[in-house]
Nanobody, 123 residues
């Protein structure tokens, strides 16, 4: 069993930065770790994914060049550095683990989810 706990959300002005953390407990070797977000009234959407080795990353077009996903295996933690934030980035951000390590953008491929952390970007 894997538990994921996100932190680092908050309120920030447009153009600002935040770093989200996702601490994983339990065995996560070879898992792919993803970040998703869900705005009010919208479906949960893919943001970024990283292989557990950190060798492969993939981003949604809407965040490419502004967000960076990274991992620290020693701490069993995945990060999402978010720069140049826009009001449309406002959402609850979720961390997720894909036990098969496929690293896809579809949320149905992920087996474990955190509780989410709110990110609000004011204009």
């Amino acid at each position: 069993q894997v538990q994921l706990v996100e932190s680092g959300g908050g309120l920030v002005q447009a153009g600002g930065s935040l770093r989200l953390s996702c601490a994983a407990s339990g065995r996560t070797d070879n898992y792919a770790m993803g970040w998703f977000r869900q705005a009010p009234g919208k479906e949960r959407e893919f943001v970024a994914v990283i292989s557990w080795s950190g060798g492969s990353t993939y981003y949604a077009d809407s965040v490419k060049g502004r967000f960076t996903i990274s991992s620290d295996n020693a701490k069993n933690t995945v990060y999402l550095q978010m720069n140049s934030l826009k009001p449309e980035d406002t959402a609850v951000y979720y961390c997720a683990a894909d036990v098969w390590g496929a690293g896809t953008r579809t949320r149905f491929a992920y087996d474990y989810w955190g509780q989410g952390t709110q990110v609000t970007v004011s204009s």
